[in-house]
């Protein structure tokens, strides 16, 4: 099997950076996209960043100039720079991936999602 495992969420004061972290781990073969997705009370989950195997990006126009995504491959991890962090980015982050695994009877490929860290910009 695989997981995604999210770390990096926290407190922080408007205009505060902060960088989350999302591990993927188990049996994998390959990683396709990874993601980072989030949602507040009430709403939709949103997508935020998306970044492909090779390295093509995506990010929203809300946090287009304040928000980085990459990658490491070699670490199966995928990071989510935060900066100039603003009230309205607080929210219930997810990491996601379109993975690759092993599993019985055969390989099998499909989307995982990580459990979620909490943001919280203040005032």
């Known amino acids: 099997q695989a997981q995604l495992v999210e770390s990096g969420g926290g407190l922080v004061q408007a205009g505060g950076s902060l960088r989350l972290s999302c591990k993927a781990t188990g049996s994998i073969i390959s990683i396709n996209f990874m993601a980072w997705h989030r949602q507040t009370p009430g709403k939709e989950r949103e997508l935020v960043a998306s970044?492909?195997?090779?390295?093509?990006?995506l990010l929203v126009d809300s946090v287009k100039g304040r928000f980085a995504i990459d990658r490491d491959n070699a670490k199966n991890t995928v990071y989510l720079q935060m900066d100039n962090l603003k009230p309205e980015d607080t929210a219930v982050y997810y990491c996601?991936?379109?993975?690759?695994?092993?599993?019985?009877?055969?390989?099998?490929?499909?989307?995982?999602w990580g459990q979620g860290t909490q943001v919280t910009v203040t005032s």
């Open positions: 996601t991936a379109n993975m690759r695994y092993n599993t019985q009877p055969y390989p099998t490929t499909r989307d995982f």
């Open positions: 970044i492909s195997s090779d390295g093509n990006t």
